[in-house]
């Protein structure tokens, strides 16, 4: 028998963040649907009715879920109020700085006795439905203004070129010997591991738009001369090396040069779109390589690799990994 999904009554304040993130238009409606728990019917509801929603929360009136007003009204007004443009400007609050915060409020509106305590805190954050959460990803970093002027100039960029020759390339860091920190135990034992390993390496990977082509990744490691590498005459990927294992515009050009010659030699002329990291500093010149910068704070929503291309290559990694070492 199918387990009955677990019904998500929004509040009125809720109801009302999630119409501003609609407004903001940085994420897409099934993602929002899926941060709140509900169902895509629901969030359609919700956008239809959103003239009543706004009209019934500015209003204050009898429609949010039943909870009793805090005592001190005024100050939650401002809290919140307050609360809402740090957000706007994507900057952290915790706990502590919303109680400094109210009693500053509350000191300024003539409460000569009002305490922020633990409990009045929890009790506000409950009536406006505020939660505390970790601070992840670089969405909140975006310029959309650039993205939208970018991406209408994009076709004149695109013009002259197959889909086949453009390509986007970027690089990521890799675990190479991390295992999963979850596993399967059986009950009653305690469930510890060993230290994850730290030994990282730099990967570049690119593909170009029609997704027929897989460029050869460049591995950047810490070891001119890796013991792994032993006795073995050839490589699926170009293998460079530093102290720190990252990406460096000398190393960078070098990848290039190789790339160019190899178009060259099939007498293609390729696009090329990349981030405008420090390391992509250009020294060269190029014969069949025109490079397109990506806009600065813009990539985590314009570059093609970093909308699941990347993950899912870390995704089969991390598979193939296993299977090896599972091998017992």
């Not at 506000?124 to 505390?132: D, E």
């Given at each position: 028998m199918?387990?009955?999904?677990?019904?998500?009554?929004?509040?009125?304040?809720?109801?009302?963040?999630?119409?501003?993130?609609?407004?903001?238009?940085?994420?897409?409606?099934?993602?929002i649907a899926k941060d709140f728990g509900i169902p895509a019917s629901t969030l359609s509801t919700i956008i239809k009715n959103k003239d009543v929603i706004l009209k019934n929360?500015?209003?204050?009136?009898?429609?949010?879920?039943?909870?009793?007003?805090g005592e001190y009204s005024d100050i939650e007004s401002c809290l919140l109020k307050w609360f809402q443009q740090c957000l706007d400007r994507k900057?952290?609050?915790?706990?502590?700085?919303?109680?400094?915060?109210?009693?500053?409020?509350?000191?300024?509106?003539?409460?000569?006795?009002?305490?922020?305590?633990s409990g009045w805190l929890t009790n506000?954050?409950?009536?406006?439905?505020?939660?505390?959460k970790q601070v992840c990803g670089e969405s909140g970093a975006v310029d959309v203004q650039k993205?939208?002027?970018?991406?209408?100039?994009?076709?004149?960029?695109?013009?002259n070129y197959s889909p086949d020759d453009i390509f986007n390339v970027d690089e990521t860091g890799l675990f190479f010997k991390c295992l999963p920190d979850k596993t399967f135990i059986f009950k009653g034992q305690s469930c510890s591991g060993g230290k994850h390993s730290k030994e990282r390496v730099t990967l570049l990977?690119?593909?170009?738009?029609?997704?027929t082509e897989k460029l050869r990744p460049l591995l950047i490691g810490k070891s001119k001369k890796p013991r792994c590498f032993k006795q073995i005459k050839s490589l699926p990927l170009d293998y460079y090396a530093n102290k720190k294992s990252w990406m460096t515009s000398e190393i960078f050009n070098l990848w290039l040069m190789k790339l160019d010659k190899k178009m060259v030699s099939e007498k293609r002329k390729i696009l090329l779109f990349i981030d405008n990291c420090t390391a992509h500093n250009l020294t060269s010149t190029f014969n069949a390589i025109k490079v397109q910068f990506l806009p600065p704070n813009t990539t985590s929503v314009l570059q093609p690799l970093d909308q699941g291309i990347i993950n899912n290559f870390k995704i089969f990694y991390r598979k193939e990994m296993e299977k090896k070492l599972y091998r017992l």
């Open positions: 199918a387990q009955k999904r677990k019904l998500t009554t929004l509040s009125l304040a809720e109801k009302v963040n999630l119409l501003k993130i609609i407004e903001k238009g940085e994420k897409k409606k099934q993602d929360f500015n209003e204050n009136s009898a429609t949010r879920k039943k909870m009793k007003l900057i952290p609050i915790n706990g502590p700085i919303l109680r400094e915060k109210a009693e500053e409020f509350g000191h300024k509106l003539g409460h000569e006795y009002f305490k922020a305590s506000w954050k409950i009536r406006n439905s505020v939660v505390f993205c939208s002027v970018w991406i209408n100039n994009l076709p004149k960029l695109i013009e990977l690119g593909a170009n738009m029609s997704g």
